[in-house]
């Protein structure tokens, strides 16, 4: 990335939090040049992820970053925990039959006996 398109995505970063899509556009440069310039900024910790976004389209979560030092924000998901629950138990007993057919053969014997 030049230095012009750096500056002036800092110069964006410096304004307010902003998606990297939108750090491109205001640095007019190509977006992956500029998530390539992020991961560096991350590394360095100079800047954080301030919050999570629906895409336009609704597609994927957006990461929105923000200068300076501070914890990362984790994505909210989209469904309560009551349904995140009652899904992984649903798939917990639906292993547990499967395991158990896979193991019982004609006859009521097992290998393993």
């Not at 389209?57 to 957006?62: E, F, H, K, L, T």
């Not at 039959?97 to 006859?107: D, E, H, L, P």
Request: net charge positive; proline share 4%; charged share 25%.
């Amino acid at each position: 990335m030049k230095t012009e398109e750096a500056v002036q995505v800092f110069k964006a970063l410096l304004q307010g939090p902003h998606s990297r899509l939108e750090l491109a556009q205001k640095a007019q440069c190509n977006p992956k040049a500029v998530g390539k310039m992020l991961v560096e900024m991350k590394a360095q910790e100079l800047i954080y992820i301030v919050d999570y976004s629906n895409h336009t389209d609704g597609r994927n979560r957006v990461k929105i970053y923000a200068l300076g030092q501070g914890e990362d924000a984790m994505p909210k998901s989209s469904q309560p925990q009551q349904v995140r629950s009652r899904r992984s138990y649903v798939r917990k007993v639906a292993a547990q039959k499967q395991a158990n057919i896979r193991t019982t053969f004609v006859g009521g014997k097992s290998l393993w006996q």
